[in-house]
């Protein structure tokens, strides 16, 4: 979409018209980022793969990035427009008044990407918008020296098929690191992609959940958390509280707010385990850190051990498949082999066809499987009920969710963070899915973008 370049341009007076808004998160979790924040009265569009968009003000601000579980962070779109030269980019960006949106000190690194578009140099193209918006703020601020030492506005370039978008970045640190997790697995889960693996099951607070294979427990803690209804930014910073049109009490009334919505701990505590011990004790840590140690308990137990006597409960995990986050490596837990400690090579194809064997004594529960291994359904015995495509880091992974016997009414849970079931008092009818994301076409190159 082409605007006027000075049209999304948002005054740095909090009472001034509305921020124009753009949520990058990984492919496939459009929908979900979409949902999160209509749950926060916002409303949003899917305005390409992997970004959502939406207008809102400062108060929005702090609360999506206090509150969004799935997303990547929250981007300020400044001005969007035709670059098919230097002079347009230089030109153009020259002429926003950036002296509304950056102060006189402010530090305004420029980071920049170029895809299927006439200037393929993106050094060059971050020069020419860090020199264009070097004399905008002089013009602006009526002064001839900029000395950077203020808060930080990260501003980007993203030139594709020729059209500029200019954002300036309100997150920082990518919004999936929650200020918890120190201590991780050979091959983390994004606490982003637990968080939407558990909003994609029926799974609430006070029904069973197991993870069979917890690793360093993000998806019992991102389920705990959701449970607990904890806000996910709580215990963390973000770039723009330092910005001078961010009060202090703005800010201070978000976090308290978020702070008085949480719920007391669950009376169904979620079961962790892994054949792993050691990694337990990271687990364990990191769940003390999330301020959910008592509503999990972790235990170390191979896979085939696992068992239950609860009836309608979830499976959510995330097994062993082969490859290492970022890297054609093989085996999910290889770092541990460089030590001598670890297992060589994962039977794969044995722990897959185990499952099944597993899942039978678990007959009433619904099952949610991450992972990249290629013949899951083949030894599960059927297909799944539904499949998404997701990503793993850099790895595409598929997330099949075979669904159990829906709960009779009684047992049934009312508070929910999860998708709303409908009443039936067929017991044996499965549960439905949550709607497919759409899919709008993309200009942008199909690979989950860099945290």
């Given amino acids: 979409m082409e605007s006027n370049p000075s049209d999304s341009i948002a005054p740095s007076n909090p009472a001034s018209q509305p921020f124009d808004l753009i949520v990058p998160c990984a492919f496939g979790l459009e929908a979900i980022v979409k949902r999160e924040l209509k749950g926060l009265g916002i409303e949003a569009s899917i305005s390409d793969s992997g970004r ?11 609360r999506a990035n206090l509150w969004l579980r799935t997303a990547d962070r929250i981007l300020i779109r400044v001005a969007e427009f035709p670059a098919g030269d230097f002079d347009a980019l230089f030109d153009t960006t020259r002429d926003l008044p950036w002296g509304n949106l950056l102060p006189a000190d402010a530090a305004f690194p420029v980071t920049g990407r170029s895809i299927k578009s006439t200037l393929t140099s993106v050094p060059a193209c971050q ?4 020199k264009a918006i070097v004399e905008a703020m002089m013009r602006d601020h009526r002064t001839s020296e900029l000395p950077e030492t203020g808060p930080l506005y990260k501003v980007d370039v993203a030139i594709v098929k020729d059209v500029a978008t200019l954002t300036i970045d309100t997150t920082g640190r990518s919004l999936h690191r929650r200020g918890y997790r120190t201590h991780i697995s050979a091959a983390p889960l994004k606490e982003t992609l637990a968080s939407a693996m558990v909003m994609l099951t029926y799974w609430r607070a006070g029904r069973p959940m197991i993870d069979p294979f917890c690793g360093s427990g993000t998806i019992p803690i991102e389920a705990a958390r959701i449970g607990r209804n904890i806000a996910p930014g709580l215990e963390r910073e973000f770039a723009c509280q330092a910005w001078p049109d961010f009060s202090a009490e703005l800010w201070s009334d978000a976090r308290s707010t978020a702070a008085n919505q949480s719920l007391p701990p669950l009376e169904e505590k979620i079961l962790a385990s892994d054949i792993d011990g050691r990694v337990l004790t990271a687990a364990r840590d990191n769940a003390i850190r999330a301020g959910v ?19 309608f409960g979830c499976v959510i995990a995330n097994p062993p498949y082969g490859q290492r986050i970022g890297s054609g490596q093989s085996s999910r837990f290889d770092a541990e082999d460089q030590n001598g400690d670890g297992p060589e090579d994962w039977e ?29 359904e083949h030894a599960m015995g059927r297909a799944a009920d539904r499949r998404r495509k997701l990503y793993n880091g850099r790895i595409e992974c ?14 049934r849970v009312n508070k929910s963070s999860s998708p709303k079931e409908t009443e039936t008092s067929e017991q044996t009818k499965p549960e439905p899915s949550a709607p497919e994301p759409s899919k709008p076409k993309s200009p942008w190159p199909q690979t989950p973008p860099k945290s």
């Fill in 127 to 130: 020069r020419s918008v860090k």
């Fill in 293 to 311: 140690q008592d509503d999990i308990h972790f235990q170390a137990m191979p896979v085939h051990e696992i068992s239950s006597k609860k009836n």
């Fill in 348 to 376: 794969l194809d044995e722990l897959y066809e185990s499952l099944p064997a597993i899942f039978e004594r678990l007959p009433t529960w619904s099952r949610y499987i991450l992972t990249a291994y290629s013949n899951l």
């Fill in 398 to 411: 598929t997330y099949y969710q075979y669904h159990g016997p829906k709960p009779p009414p009684a047992a």
């Fill in 52 to 62: 959502v968009s939406f207008r809102g003000s400062h108060e929005s601000i702090c």
